[in-house]
Structures are given as structure tokens and as C-alpha cells.
């Protein structure tokens, strides 16, 4: 396998940049769910190149054509497809970089992987575009999950070294978490939304790019879902989010910080709360032994930054085999995390939904 | 699934603590690998309980009984199975933990997802123990890597705020590689681990626990391993290291501090060295586009200070619905993350022989 | 999982009867495989509506739209998704049997398990329109196939009790596999076509329909390809074959007429031809204990009548919860064996291509 | 994979014939299903070598160790792991084989397979007492399913030509469904069974061996379960039977008798029953469309004879390449179709059992 995840339910993602499109099949998805394609629509809105002047100017309307599996405005139980045209092509803009890869891009890994190949054209299957059909297959899981009382909302935690403030991962209502994602820059702190923003502008004015790190919460979770060692909820969210272009890290509550604590620091004491049992802080990100605690799931995600930048770079020319100059043109977001951020809550959302349905089937979701 | 792992190579990992034993079953093995036994076991023994003052003084030898699939020294390409019975078992020291859930600790959540049925005497499923069985899969795996010029090492990067040197992913030689996991305490600087082996004796004699981090990297594979978006190199090892208990945060190469970087200090150019192509710096940590570079691929694993603490804590008691004072007793690692080290080698020789296996399948590994 | 199958090779199929289409993903192609699109379409040409005057008069081009993962003539190794449009739909024909469920239909069966939410028009996933993105799938295979030396070919054995001569599974050359394939019927003898179109012109004309049997084979197939217990040969055949509509029943060699022999009668002494080890019958039909002997995979697929008969029948309808009559109208095919030969030699193509792929990996295919 | 199979309850099968035991992990059971040790083992004597007269002479108690995941009686909802030491081993018996490969057995295409480094004594891996483990897997399976009302049963359909009764398939009650198990021949007519033990003991006498076909049975079944096209009832089971060493065909309801039906014949009206929806005749044999009906799900395996004869056989010797004379010491099964009879119960009452579970995940299981 390679563009495909999921147990119960199953994502098989195809497409490339410059090809006739992109898509996904999911496979799995109960029958007679209703989906809002106006809602669906708006949350895919969120990443799509055009909705800020901090992204890409790669214009594209981004309306998915549902082939199979949706039918009379709901699930039907079917493998469900869906594809979303290319329309705003420019592959000259990447004609060269087949004999000479850019740095810190797949295009050494592709040619050697597919032996040339490989349909590269505006990076491929590798393209930020790829991130489109997550977020419809994500949109549709987020669809599902809201009507179970479960809820995914992500902001971005930092842009180089601007931090936003982080979620309150202890009380974390409905509100706080949806809220950054549905403001036109996706944060908790205006201030530091707007350091951030400056910081994009600037680099973007260098012809440089910048790194960033997205923090995502899930609420309302039951206790019990996961199945240690290796289908833990932290497994699962990690396999999957690193199918994210550019990114390098994944983290769970405390994450790194947490190799630096103390145990008695750390250690998060039970406590009951309106009769149920919880816990202090939420230190562990809303996983304990790989299962869903019933406090939110908390992660962070670390993206490198884009390794497209205007400046003028080293590589080598494959059948020269030397070392040449490289001057990147086309259009580049200076900042991959931004437009991450409903990523980063698709892909969760997805997940998440996985592994609701196999809680079902083990039958043992409950809180004591 | 659950304790299942690998694509082409299966593995499937059982036993509790205080069960009968512990072990796996490894499908998909080639036939006739030469398996030196006294080599395994050295590895194995790097991470015994007893093996250090450091760690718990829960005392096993550790010996795998081979089952099946091993015959005249080799692999037979029929599924192999070992197992290691469980000796030095003192269930007394565990028994409050099903009714009063030590924070931090899995018993809580097992105890919702499996209705208390699960045997957590030691923890059960979720000990430390299970890391041996991983040891066995992963040394084997470490042999077919080795005989092939694929080498794995670690060492304890991080004890709390006391930090080893960085392996030089660069250059990275073999016995630069080798030579932590083969000292009594896994570190490349003497100095840093006499302070970290001070800071360990402190925090156990003060009845607390201290987080780690370890780095781990292969060197010697080939270019083009792993298929994106989901079956990349990075997808699959985090999948896998996150089941290796205390694990929170996996990174790769410049990982979270790729976040907070320019594109311009990140990139890494690549440049012809001994007519071969190759990164500048290896900032990508040996993987673009979820593919090898054919630079060594470095990592880091973020573990949480042992939960078990000595210090009075306070938890719930479940059957009574209130918080109550608790008490551990019992043998514990003040850091998990120490022997955590060859945990992680063997986590990861293990995927990388299944994504080498995949390689040849895939008939594209190749240098161009 | 539901409509996806392969292990190295991954097929994911959708679409619906009288929705948009019908398509399919494969994941995990070799890159710079050619495809011949013409000789693909010919070989999909062979399963199409409206090719025989014994076939249902639906009529379709049925030509696949590539929407990805192929580029300038060949796989890229990025996966391919390709679109077949519906354009000839009659929903009318189909509008009643969501409450009057055909007898021996999926109409019963679908309603139950997609809770009245599936898109049952023309069959909807069960329809044997899904037959079409098999023939490209299995075309595309065959393709990657007969570049190694492997073929794929297969007959109608039996139209009812009317039989055609089987394949000489001893001595099966190219020409002898392929040529009923490429006839207008396609039967080894003539005499036995015939009398088979006379049987199907017969049940048509009466409003019935009748079963059939297909045989099918591969020759060129190198020894020890298979995993058992549960990844042999048979194993993965059987689960891909049991996934075309109307199949009741796969036997491997001499099958059910194994059961009825003597181990002295059945039993195949191995001998010497040209240098290499063979059977002397190969009643084995090329596998023995999941692992190819080298010798052609024979294999049958029995194929019950079309349900859809022009006859009155008795149902019932759900509502109402009474029994009722049934008269369908529509356009059936009176043997839906007929159009299934390709169709079985297309799961076949993919089935063994995918086990190919394996093989590789295993590192352990030649003959001794 | 290989020997592993499942989709939410996976079995991972491990041993050979004449190594230490064989055994199998079973991973995904539910928490806190109470298992009855004696019922257990009594289901398992039914398969044992020596239970019979008729059967090899080879003496093993197969009294399974439990490893892990059960406790206090019941499953813990860890992996569940058992061991059946090897006892009564001969392997002098088989020691000439991997040089003569026996006709019609997995001699040759192991030794191909495996390079020669298969542990092939008493034949190894593929032995027929692999099917010992099957047989415990699926006598727990059978526990939970009974505690849900749905029970397995099976029966010597025919030994060679003599026939056994079929099930009623419309009409078929617990007791009809269990007793032939319960037989110390199992048959459906006890006329039927002294000719068949009379043919068995006649070819055992000539040194002979002789085929058999089982017919098998699952009652209580809920409507909706399995999922279309490659997750169906019948790709599942069959994918699983074909596991069985000896086994050569698999087929549902009317099998291949239906190819030579009549739709008029064959179609099945679907009639009110005690205010349910069900079938008349249950030629579909349980399944439409992939899906369970209600009906009881029924099906045939055909085994060939035993390849292991008395009588001098004709094979090569791999070392010279050229054809010698071989005679077959040893102890062996005149009939394994008889010995089979539970093991058909047992693979289908775990490919049963995990469509229950993914039937609970689907949410969509009921009588409408």
C-alpha cells in the first residue's frame, strides 16, 4: 500500500498537481449519514490557496464531484469517491526539476523511487494539492463525529518562534476549540496573530519561508478507545499525520517537554468531576496506555518550512552529475502550516472516526 | 488489530507481566538467515531489568525459547514464534492498582476498555515487559539489516535537562553509530552521562522519576524506501515507535526545531560526494517525500517520566467514587527512557527490514 | 474494508450502477510499466454490453477516463485512478424492488445491511456493471504480466449441462489458452459453442435465464509463488473471485471431482521435462499446499443463472409485509457466465500480478 | 502475511509438525468472555489423531498451554496466545522427502519456496496438524458465538461416491446442525456412515487413500452481515478454508450445481416466515450478494485423498535430477476429510465471529 490508512474505514487518496485531478475513495462509512456539502464546502475553503494573501496565488475552486457513494444528500453505505478537478495549471513553472531536485523537496526521492517515471509536474502525488482530498474526506468524518458530540479544532501554535497561546487542554469547550479556525487567521491570540502575520509578510518578502507548529484538540470523546501496542490512538494519529507534506514532528499533550519533567511534575492525579472520573491536567494529551482517557486528545505537529523559496539555491544536475544553481520560480506558500491547520483536524478527524467505529465493535466503550 | 505490526513482516506481540510469559510471532521472515543466538542475546541483554543499578531490580534472565520457525541456526520462512516465560513474578506489589488507577499509568483506561476484565497484575499488556519480546523481533531483524550494510544504534540523547551530543547524522560512521549501545551507559559523551547517571540516582533516591529522549539512527540504506503518502519511512516508523509504553513525541532529523526555522537554514543542498548524490547537512533526518535519502535516517523518541513514583499521590478510588491517597510499591525504572535505548533500535531495525523487503518488491531501489 | 482487495497491489473499486460511474484505484503499481490503451480497450471490449446479441441490450462504451498515475503512456507508481461515466441509464427499469426485493437478488440483502440508504437503482455496488473497472484493473495486469512471460486465458466450460472441452492443464501453450478469448464465443470447441448459444437463445426466449461454469488459467508462472497457510494461491484467488456477482463456487485443479478419487488415482508423480521438475497431470491445477508447482494454475468459477428472469415470481413486499408478484422488466443478460469469462481472467491477472510482486520480496522464487 | 488471517479478531498461526508445538495468537477478542476449558477440549478431541480407528496412529493429547489473555476463566481482551507441544514425533519417518518430494504433496514447492531451508519433518509447517491450533481458535470462537445463538455444525458429506444426506438447509435446527459432531462417525445418516467407514478401512487396506467433501452449517446468523465485494460472506470463508491443507474447492448453497440450473429452477421467492422475511429453499446457501439472508449459511469443502499412500509411487530426486521409485512409511490418514469434519466448524466459526464484530462496527446489523 502507500496512499491508503484506515481499518474500519478506509482511505485510498489519488492525484497529482498537474494531472486531471485529484481524490480519494473511502470505504467503510456507515450508510444513511447525512452530509452538509455547504458545510463540507466552507471547512475545505479553509485550506484552499486564494483564501489569504499569505498562501500561494495558485487559484482553484476546489469543488469536489461525488461519484459514488452519496446519495439523496447521504451516505449510502458504498464505497464513496470523489474528485476534484486541476483547473489553474502552470507545469512549466516546474519543467526543470526532474535533472535538478530541490533542496529539501522529494523530487531526489521521486526520481530515484520511481525511476524517473514519475508524473512530477508541480511536485506530483508529493504537492501540497494532495492535502485537498484530506480535507474532504476529513470534512465528511468531522460531519459524522459532530453528530456524535465529538468535536476537532486546531490552531496554529507557532510560526518560527511566535508562539500563540496553547489550548486549555483541561477545560476546553466546543467554543475555544472551534473558535481560531473560523477567524480568516487561524489562532487563539489576536496579538500573536498578528506577529505572525508580520513574520509570513517578511519572509515571504525575502523570498524566504518559515517553519510552524499546529496544535489540534479532540472533545468529547468516550474513555476506551485505541487498542495498545501498536493501534493506540497515538499510532494511529501519528501514521497518518505524517502523510502530511513537510511534516517532522508529532507530539501528545506534553510531548517533548515531557522527556524533561519529573515524574512527580508529570504525573497527572485522578480526580472526580460531576461524578466522573478525570483527570488533574491532562498532561498525557487524552491518552493513557494508547486509550482514550475522556479528557480531549491534544497533539502538536511540527512542519518544516517550505522548501520552495525564491532565494537562489545549490543542487546538483543528475545527468551532469555536478553541482549547478537553482532559482525556484512559480508560486509558494511561505508558510505550509498555515493553511495546515484544517489538515492537521481532517486527518484527525478521520482518524478519530476510525477508531470510533472499531470502539463499536469491541463493545467495550464505556465510562465505569 | 492491536498488537500487530509490518506489512511484509508481521509481527504479533503477547503476554502480560505477570503472566506465564511473553513473546511473538514474526510472519514473513526470509528463508535460511543465519540467527547467531549469542549475538541476540547480547543485544537482548542491553535492555534486562538488572542490567544496570540504574533500573528496577526485577531480575530475569530474559531467554527466548524459539518455538517455530528457527531450525539448523536459520530462519525456515515459516512463521517464527518465541517465548519467554515470565520468572521473578510478584503480583502482591500491584494488586490496589484495578480499584485505585495510578496516575499517569494505563490502569484507568484498561479498565474502561476492558471492563476489568484485563489481567493488569504488573501492568499486564502494558508493561515495560513487552519491550523484550520487541528486543527479540527487532535483534533478529538487526542481523538480516547488518548482514545487508544496514546498521541501527541509539543512545539516550536527553535525561531530563541534561543533554548527550547529537549523533553527526552527516557523517555517521558505523562505530560512531555502534558505540553507545555497546557502553554500560548509553551515551556518546562520558561527561554527559556521568551527569545524567547522577541526576538518575538523585530523582530515585528521591522517590521521583525523569523523562529522556533518545536519538536512534540507520545507516547503509538505500535510496528510495517507503511510499508515500501513508507508507512512508516516517508514517511507519512513528506508527510503531508509539507503541513502545511512555513514548510521546517522535520527531525526524531537525524535527521540531525545523519549526522554528527559515527555509533558507533548513534547506539542505544537495552535492556530489564520491559520485554519489547527497544531502549537505541531512536536516530532512534521511527522508524526503516520506522516501530515503540514502543518508542515515535519524530520529528522536520523547519518553515521559516513569508514572510509578515512590511519593505519596492521590488518585480515585473507582469502586468508591472519591479520591483517596495512594501509595506505590514495587520495583520501578526512575527512567524509562534508559533502557528504552535498545527498545528503540530494535523498534526500528524491525520496520526498516519490512520496508527493505517492500523495496525489492517495489524492484525501483536503486541510485540513479 | 469492503471493495478493496491485494496485498502488495492494491485494488479499490467503486461506483454504483446508475450513478455517475463506476471506477477503481490501484495502489502500488512499479512505475514505467507501458500501457497499451488500445489493447486494453479490446480486452475490456470482451466483457462490454452490446458486444453479443446474447448479452443485455444496455448499451456503454465504457471507455476509462485515466484520471491519475499514468503519464505519457506508462504507470507513474503514483496510484492510478480511472473513471468509467454511466451514459445509457434506465432507472425506471429498476424503481420497485427497494420494497419488492428480486428473488435471489441483493435487493433483500442490501436493504438489511445499508439500512434502506443505498443506491439501489440498476443494482447500484452490486450491479454487474462493477465487472467493468475489474476488466481494466485485470487488464492493465495482464499487461505487466505478459511482459514476464505470464498469460492469462479462460472459456466457458459449461453452459448449463452443455460442457465445451477443458484446457489441457499437462500442455497448455499461449496459443491454446488465449484463442477462446478471442473468439466471438468463447469456447475451446466449436461444436460445444454452438449448441451453448442455442441453449442461451432458448432460456431468453422462454424469459429464463441459466448458470455456467468458466475455467480459466495461467500459464509461465514461476515455482513458489504463494504463502500459506492463509496467503496460498487458492486463498487469494478464492477471496477476489467470490467478489464477481453471481459466482457460487471456485475448485482449484480437479476440485470437487478430487473428493470422489483415490490418493492412487489422484496423486502426481513429479517427473523430469527439459531439465526442470513438473507433474505428469497436474490434477493439482499448478498449486500444491498454496505454492506454485510451475505448472498452469487451473481453476473453475461457477456461475449461478441470472436472477433477473423475465418470468412471473413470487416476493414480498417489505412494507406492507405480505407476499406479492414480482414481473421484471429491464435488460438482463440470460448467462451472465458468458460476459464473466473476461472478467474471471481479469481477477485472476490481478490476483497473480499482486502475488508476483510478493514473490520479489520473498526473494525466494526460482526453480531449485 | 502468511499465515495470519482476520480482520478485527486476527489469528496468527505458528509450528510444525515435528519442531517443539504449534499454537497461534489470537488478537481483537473481546474483554471478559468467560472460556469453558473441558467444552473446549472436547470440540478439539474431535479433530485429535487417535480418536478414531480410521485415522493416523500418531498419539498427541493437544492439550493447549494458554501463554496469555486469559484469566480467571475468561478472555482479558489482551492478545490471547496457546502452545500445543509436540509429543509422539517420528521424524525419521520423513527424513528422505526433501530430496524425493512426495507426489502431490508441498514437498517440492516448499523446497522452492524456502530455498531449502524449510523444517519440512513430518512436513512441517503444512502439515495437517496445523490444523490442531485452527481448531482451538475456533472452538473459542464457537463459545462466544453460542452465548450470541449462532452455532456451527458440520458433517462427512461424502466419502468418495458415497454420499451422505445433506442438511435441510430451510429447516435446519440446533440439533440437526450439531449431532453428526457429536457421532463418533460424523454423519447425518448412520447407513451412510458404515459405508463410508467400510470404504475407508477398504482403501487403508490397499494402501490407498480416498477424497471426501464436508458440508458445514451456521445457524442463528443475523441478517446484514459482510460487506460487498471483497468482504463478503463468501470471500471471507473461503479465503479462510482454503487454509486447510488438502482442501480444493469451497462453494455456497446449490455451489455448482447451480451453474447447470435453470433461473426459473434456481430463483429462491422470498416468503413471510413467523412475520420475518426469508427464503424458500436456501440455495443461495445463506448468502446474497456477499450478505448473510437470515438463512443458515451452508457450504461444501472438497478434500482430495490423502497424497500420502502405502502403494509405490513414481517421483525425482531433486540432487540427481532424475526419476526414482519412492515408498511412504509412516502414519497417515486414509481419509483427512474425516479428521477435517471440526476443523471446517472451527475456521468458520472464527471467519463468523469477526464478521459479528464487524457487523457491530457497521451499526447497520438487523431485520428490518
Same sequence: chains 1, 2, 3, 4.
Avoid at 487559484?59 to 439523496?72: I, K, N, R, W
Avoid at 508562539?163 to 489576536?190: N, Q
Avoid at 510531548?255 to 483527570?279: I, K, L, Q, W, Y
Wanted: proline share 6%; glycine share 14%.
Amino acid at each position: 500500500m502507500s496512499s491508503e490508512i484506515g481499518n474500519m474505514l478506509h482511505l485510498s487518496v489519488f492525484g497529482e498537481s498537474h494531472g486531471r485531478g485529484v481524490g480519494a475513495v473511502i470505504d467503510g462509512l456507515p450508510a444513511g449519514e447525512p452530509i452538509d456539502l455547504d458545510e463540507l464546502q466552507r471547512f475545505c475553503d479553509r485550506r484552499r490557496p486564494g483564501s489569504s494573501h499569505l498562501a500561494t496565488a495558485r487559484c482553484e475552486t476546489d469543488v469536489p464531484e461525488f461519484v459514488s457513494g452519496l446519495h439523496a444528500g447521504a451516505t449510502t453505505g458504498f464505497p464513496l469517491c470523489f474528485l476534484i478537478r486541476n483547473a489553474d495549471v502552470r507545469s512549466g513553472d516546474y519543467a526543470g526539476f526532474t535533472d535538478t531536485p530541490r533542496p529539501s523537496h522529494a523530487d531526489f526521492t521521486a526520481a530515484v523511487r520511481y525511476g524517473g517515471h514519475a508524473d512530477m509536474r508541480g511536485s506530483g502525488h508529493f504537492s501540497g494539492r494532495l492535502t485537498a482530498p484530506l480535507c474532504v474526506a476529513g470534512g465528511i468524518a468531522r460531519q459524522l463525529l459532530a453528530r456524535r458530540g465529538v468535536l476537532v479544532g486546531a490552531h496554529l501554535r507557532a510560526v518560527g518562534d511566535v508562539e500563540d497561546k496553547p489550548f486549555d487542554s483541561r477545560h476546553l469547550d466546543g467554543r475555544e476549540l472551534t473558535a481560531p479556525g473560523e477567524r480568516s487567521f487561524p489562532v487563539i491570540s489576536e496579538e500573536a496573530g498578528r506577529r505572525m502575520q508580520e513574520l509570513i509578510e517578511r519572509v515571504r518578502a525575502e523570498g524566504d519561508s518559515v517553519g510552524a507548529r499546529v496544535e489540534c484538540a479532540v472533545t468529547g470523546l468516550p474513555t476506551g478507545l485505541g487498542s495498545p501496542m501498536f493501534d493506540g490512538v497515538e499510532n494511529r494519529l501519528a501514521a497518518a499525520l505524517f502523510g502530511i507534506p513537510a511534516v517532522k514532528g508529532v507530539s501528545f499533550g506534553a510531548g517533548f517537554d515531557a522527556s524533561r519533567m519529573r515524574g512527580s511534575e508529570h504525573n497527572d492525579p485522578f480526580v472526580m468531576c460531576d461524578g466522573r472520573v478525570t483527570c488533574s491536567k491532562n498532561d498525557a494529551g487524552g491518552v493513557l496506555g494508547g486509550i482514550t482517557t475522556g479528557m480531549p486528545v491534544v497533539f502538536e505537529v511540527a512542519f518544516k518550512p517550505t522548501p520552495s523559496i525564491g532565494m537562489p539555491q545549490r543542487t546538483v544536475s543528475l545527468s551532469m552529475g555536478r553541482e549547478v544553481d537553482l532559482e525556484i520560480q512559480g508560486r509558494h506558500d511561505p508558510c505550509v502550516g498555515l493553511r495546515a491547520v484544517p489538515v492537521c483536524e481532517a486527518v484527525a478527524a478521520f482518524v478519530m472516526l476510525d477508531l470510533m467505529m472499531e470502539g463499536d465493535a469491541n463493545g467495550t466503550v464505556r465510562n465505569p
